[in-house]
């Protein structure tokens, strides 16, 4: 019997990278799952791999910044399955650029998809749980709901040419540690994984006048590797692992924690 044998998960920006590795991993635990991603192609993707990993899976496209597609898809968790036990926010984006240089729309962008994605999901599933566990107490019944939120170690430590992403992912560790009081009397435990530096499309190296918005310079990419303590940058599953452990029954006494998954990198300069 795997540990999340007939639970439901929802992870958000679930079409790449760490979204759909964790998507996988939960799908190979015995969750079912709602994917998410803004385009079809890719939200497709994830969920064949989902069900490649012996499990089932619905596709949910749109904006989490939305409150509209936010609740459709709690909606469509129910509607499919009848219940929703477990919420990944991990949607997110980068608009890199010097505080001087960041634009309005830069900044709002951000702190829209990471910031109010993850509210909009939060209350979403609030409403929901809030009932159910009523319901459940009153049958003397303890059934635990997981919010494991996805920040960044940017969101930690901070840094330079992020200002907005810091802030957004600073800002989901409060909303974390304010949810995980909050519906802690629901039996829902809410905890933040903040990974480093990941290898993700987000993180690739990127050339000199690469004009994709996705990357970091290569020379700066060759740095960190070079200097972090077990020798490599993170893999989208040493992340998905560590929500798996934090959606399971395993992390039933555990809320509003932060878990770096940084492999050792807040011990090193980076830049320097």
């Known amino acids: 019997m795997q540990p ?21 991993a939960l799908a190979a635990a015995g969750a079912r799952l709602v994917v998410n991603d803004l385009d079809e192609q890719p939200a497709r993707e994830a969920a064949e791999a989902v069900r490649a990993a012996g499990s089932d899976a619905a596709i949910a496209l749109g904006s989490v910044a939305s409150p509209e597609v936010a609740a459709a898809m709690v909606e469509a968790a129910h ?15 980068t608009r890199d650029a010097m505080l001087h240089r960041m634009t309005d729309e830069q900044f709002s962008l951000v702190m829209d998809v990471v910031v109010r994605g993850a509210f909009n999901m939060t209350r979403a599933c609030a409403a929901r749980w809030r009932d159910a566990a009523r319901l459940e107490k009153s049958a ?18 901070g840094a330079v040419g992020n200002a907005n992403y810091a802030t957004a992912k600073a ?4 909303l974390t540690k304010a949810s995980a009081r909050e519906l802690s009397q629901y039996l829902v435990n809410c905890n933040a994984v903040a990974p480093g530096i990941i290898d993700t ?8 006048g690469e004009t994709s918005g996705l990357g970091i310079p290569a020379g700066v990419r ?3 590797i070079e200097r972090m303590p077990f020798g490599r940058i993170g893999t989208p599953a040493d992340v998905a692992n560590a929500i798996v452990f934090l959606a399971s029954p395993a992390s039933d006494f555990i809320t509003g924690q932060v878990l ?3 492999g ?4 090193i300069d980076v830049v320097g």
Request: charged share 20%.
């Open 140 to 157: 003397a019944r303890r059934v635990h709901r997981k919010i494991v939120n996805v920040s960044s170690i940017t969101g930690v430590h």
């Open 260 to 262: 770096q998954i940084d």
């Open 222 to 224: 060759e740095k960190i």
């Open 4 to 24: 999340l044998d007939g639970k439901v998960a929802i992870v958000t920006g679930s079409g790449r990278g760490i979204g759909r590795a964790t998507a996988v």
């Open 171 to 174: 800002a989901l560790i409060g």
């Open 264 to 267: 050792g990198m807040e011990f």
């Open 201 to 208: 499309r987000m993180t690739a190296a990127r050339e000199p």
């Open 79 to 93: 509607s499919q399955w009848g219940r929703l036990d477990i919420l990944v926010n991990n949607a997110g984006l």
